[in-house]
């Protein structure tokens, strides 16, 4: 397959010690480098990804990364803050020679909140790269996202199923994802229609404009096994003319046409929250969503233009239409004319 000259070649490096540490710390469960990829998947096609750490610490990690093709790179446990040093150097190095190297590797992606590595971004910029940062939010310096061009908190990348809901992703997970079917294994997410319409908002949000083409490259690159074919469809037109008759998407334009999420006007979704407010004095967080489907069972925030429920939440909250108070499992989710019990 030919791959188009205008898509950004990526270079994913991973300070790992800090994000495992990161995620379980202020969000109780283990790092999954899933939605990072995906993220990636819809801004450019990624290249190479290597990850910093003592493994003999991450054991239970190693699978789920190499299921990525993440390549480990092993820092020994030394005595003092030598191997902290050490990964940060041997990352900053890995990073510099292969930017020196790789003219067509146009962004870089550190993962990381250490500002200590801010330097390295800086040194990257100066060479003409984009670098995007990515890192748990609580446990990220204030000084690293304004050294970057963009910074993800992978806090807002997580689903439902991965952190987002306060979910512990426990060490029998791995034991269960051995059960999984093959291209759970493999990393990548379902071959469904829920997947064209994710990855579609994902990409209206980093690129603005999208066409077809590029949304079945991001598609391929978010899942090689992904088939229109082993959906129903004579091709990939067809499957997003399906779509468009449901009102999910709309298309525009003939050859290469342009597409766009149809969704449900913000003051729909404005409605539905306030209605449900309206009628019980605060809603479990946790229980929000179904509480949402059962009023309306074709609520998807993704067909919203929303990575997953938590951004959906954020932005009803940035709108005032809830509240949400407490933490962890105890959030409740009120009117901001309300209180909670």
């Not at 205008?6 to 790092?31: C, H, Q, S, T």
């Not at 990352?91 to 200590?116: P, Q, R």
């Not at 992703?169 to 093959?182: E, L, N, Q, V």
């Not at 391929?220 to 003319?241: I, M, Q, V, Y």
Request: glycine letters at 6%.
């Amino acid at each position: 397959m030919a791959h188009d000259d205008d898509v950004p070649r990526i270079a994913v490096f991973l300070d790992y010690e800090n994000l495992a540490i990161g995620a379980k710390d202020n969000l109780g469960a283990a790092f999954n480098f899933r939605p990072v990829a995906d993220a990636l998947a819809e801004r450019g096609r990624v290249i190479t990804r290597k990850a910093y750490a003592d493994w003999s610490y991450f054991d239970d990690d190693r699978r789920m990364l190499t299921r990525h093709q993440v390549e480990l790179i092993d820092i020994p446990q030394k005595m003092g803050g030598s191997r902290k040093n050490a990964a940060d150097i041997k990352m900053a190095i890995d990073a510099i020679e292969l930017a020196l190297d790789k003219e067509y590797i146009s962004t870089f992606v550190i993962c990381t909140g250490d500002s200590d590595l801010s330097p390295l971004v800086q040194k990257l910029r100066e060479l003409d790269r984009q670098v995007i940062g990515v890192g748990v939010r609580q446990s990220t310096s204030k000084l690293l996202p304004p050294a970057c061009d963009e910074f993800m908190f992978y806090d807002n990348l997580v689903t439902d199923s991965d952190t987002a809901m306060g979910t512990t992703i426990s060490k029998s997970d791995s034991k269960a994802s051995r059960s999984r079917t093959k291209s759970e294994e493999m990393g990548s997410t379902p071959t469904d229609l829920a997947l064209v319409t994710a990855t579609l908002a994902g990409l209206s949000s980093s690129s603005g404009t999208v066409r077809a083409s590029s949304l079945k490259r991001a598609l391929l690159r978010k899942d090689p096994t992904f088939s229109e074919a082993e959906l129903g469809f004579r091709n990939f037109s067809a499957l997003l003319s399906s779509l468009a008759s449901k009102g999910q998407i709309e298309v525009s334009g003939s050859g290469d046409p342009e597409v766009s999420l149809s969704g449900v006007s913000a003051d729909e979704v404005d409605e539905l929250l306030t209605n449900l407010l309206h009628e019980e004095a605060a809603v479990a967080l946790t229980g929000l969503k179904t509480a949402l489907r059962k009023r309306n069972p074709d609520f998807d925030e993704r067909a919203l233009g929303y990575r997953n429920f938590g951004s959906f939440l954020t932005a009803a909250e940035a709108r005032g239409v809830i509240k949400i108070t407490g933490k962890s499992d105890g959030r409740m989710v009120t009117s901001p004319k309300k209180k909670s019990r």
